[in-house]
T-cell receptor, first 113, second 115 residues
Framework: NAGVIQTPRHKVTGKGQEATLWCEPI?????VFWYRQTIVQGLEFLTY????????DSGMPKERFSAQMPNQSHSTLKIQSTQPQDSAVYLC???????????FGKGTRLTVV | GDSVTQTEGQVTVSESKSLIINCTYS????????LFWYVRYPGEGLQLLLK?????QKGSSRGFEATYNKEATSFHLQKASVQESDSAVYYC????????????FGSGTRLLVSP
């Protein structure tokens, strides 16, 4: 079990460019979460899928952020027209069942210059 | 919506002294949420420390304890005698049915244990 895999681990983009972050959840886990971590805001919930269906995207900035889960083995978080304030560590996590332990990936550090 | 509050951003404790990290929660669900403590040690990923899913129960792991207090809506983390290796960032979290079981985290408390 390789755990939750996130790629890339680091990404640098220029202001206004697009960034796509990838997540491979643990095999068999039905729930996939995305979080954003910053020093100021802490660990912010972004969005959540269960059995590939979007359940809650209440934390997503609506205009430029989108997330998809086209199959049970991966999810993507896309940020269009990146801005410096998007710089953060983006964490993906998965869970075997609802309400249970959540397993985190090592994160993608996004830097917008 | 559901929320978790950790009032201390950083706590410094001398080795072998006792520790308490405060956590209170607010959940709109009928019934009671599941409560968790997660920890990030330096250089490592976020991982579960302990969880309690039944109000009134206590969870424990690695010498840490937390009791689910539904009256006070609290889930404070305690340890009787900390070690330098406990230095880490600790996050309180909840997962509730009406939130679709999304996991909501507090802002985290950095624990520094001085020798």
């Amino acid at each position: 079990n390789a755990g939750v895999i996130q790629t890339p681990r680091h990404k640098v983009t220029g202001k206004g460019q697009e960034a796509t972050l990838w997540c491979e959840p643990i095999s068999g886990h039905s729930a996939v979460f995305w979080y954003r971590q910053t020093i100021v805001q802490g660990l912010e919930f972004l969005t959540y899928f269960r059995n590939q269906a979007p359940i809650d995207d209440s934390g997503m900035p609506k205009e430029r952020f989108s997330a998809q889960m086209p199959n049970q083995s991966h999810s993507t978080l896309k940020i269009q027209s990146t801005q410096p304030q998007d710089s953060a560590v983006y964490l993906c996590a998965s869970s075997l069942d609802t309400g249970g332990e959540v397993f985190f990936g090592k994160g993608t550090r996004l830097t917008v210059v | 919506g559901d929320s978790v509050t950790q009032t201390e951003g950083q706590v410094t404790v001398s080795e072998s002294k006792s520790l308490i990290i405060n956590c209170t929660y607010s959940a709109t669900s009928i019934g009671y949420p599941n409560l968790f403590w997660y920890v990030r040690y330096p250089g490592e990923g976020l991982q579960l420390l302990l969880k309690v899913i039944t109000a009134g129960q206590k969870g424990s792991s690695r010498g840490f304890e937390a009791t689910y207090n539904k009256e006070a809506t609290s889930f404070h983390l305690q340890k009787a005698s900390v070690q330098e290796s406990d230095s880490a960032v600790y996050y309180c979290a909840l997962s509730a049915r009406t939130g679709g079981y999304k996991v909501v985290f507090g802002s985290g408390t950095r624990l520094l244990v001085s020798p």
